[in-house]
């Protein structure tokens, strides 16, 4: 049953982060593809987004799965890959599926750059928003201790 359980969980994280993902890079593509007077967003695009949002969430999560504590140095490796893998994918799903075949560069290169700025900043805020989560667990058991004595 506990092992039922953590995988409902993990598939739980990776679903969210998958969808987040999928619709930043959906409206990060639409967006500059606006700005390059196109108004609309194929729906195998779309799809296409919608998958590698999930491919890269399952990469992320698979960097961090279970619950264990991590040296230092593997905490770091960790750390880059969870930046720099989803990069990787996208570029590498944006030259494969096409997504940029008929626009000028300039609009593949600000999706990139946008993305990367996405991933780092998502990045630091769960990391603000786990240690907040910690530190307030950790009082709320502290908390506890003391009331239970």
Request: aromatic share 20%.
């Amino acid at each position: 049953m506990e092992k039922i359980k953590h995988y409902i969980k993990n598939e739980m994280d990776v679903e969210f982060f998958g969808s987040v993902h999928g619709l930043a890079i959906i409206f990060v593509f639409g967006f500059f593809g606006w700005l390059n007077h196109v108004d609309s967003v194929p729906f195998k695009f779309i799809l296409q987004m919608w998958i590698v949002g999930y491919i890269i969430a399952w990469f992320q999560k698979a960097l961090f799965l279970g619950n264990r504590v991590y040296k230092k140095s593997q905490y770091k490796i960790c750390t880059v890959l969870w930046n720099i893998g989803p990069i990787v994918i996208l570029l590498l799903s944006q030259m494969i599926l096409g997504w940029f075949n008929n626009t000028p560069i300039w609009v593949m290169i600000a999706f990139v750059i946008t993305m990367i700025a996405y991933f780092i900043m998502l990045w630091i805020f769960l990391n603000l928003f786990y240690k907040g989560d910690t530190n307030e667990l950790n009082q709320l058991l502290n908390d506890f201790k003391q009331s239970s004595n």
